[in-house]
């Protein structure tokens, strides 16, 4: 089911188009408050494997790997928090799950997504070229 709403996906007003609002994460999240935070973590792995497999994004596995850690440091941190269904702990483990997707999300971007992405885009171009030029060689 977070596979199939994960196809649902419309461009955040005002930014760029890649980022997209993702609610598949609250499949994930209900997926894993019975069984436990394992089950939600599967269910994170599974939607963007799945996703990498039958829609190529075109970033080369970035764009999923980028929303796999999205997913998880928001589905763990509220699954290890909220127990009980407690009213509390929902709204700290929500706090927490957003400070923590923020926070990991941004880091990952910034040091792995961002850097791999360019030099990955950047390695295709030179590759499109040089067979460019050697197909008009002849």
Do not use: C, Q, W
């Amino acid at each position: 089911i977070a596979f199939l709403v994960f196809l649902i996906e419309f461009p955040i007003p005002f930014f760029p188009p890649f980022l997209e609002i993702d609610l598949s994460s609250i499949i994930s999240i209900i997926g894993g408050m019975i069984p436990g935070p394992v089950a939600g973590v599967i269910i994170e792995v599974i939607k963007n494997f799945l996703r990498f497999v039958l829609f190529n994004s075109g970033t080369g596995g970035i764009g999923e790997l980028a929303s796999l850690v999205a997913g998880v440091t928001f589905v763990l941190p509220f699954l290890l928090i909220y127990k009980d269904y407690n009213k509390i702990r929902y709204a700290i483990g929500s706090i927490v799950s957003i400070i923590s997707m923020t926070f990991f999300s941004s880091v990952f971007n910034y040091f792995v997504a961002i850097p791999f992405y360019t030099g990955v885009t950047e390695s295709l171009k030179k590759i499109g070229m040089i067979v460019f030029k050697m197909h008009f060689r002849k």
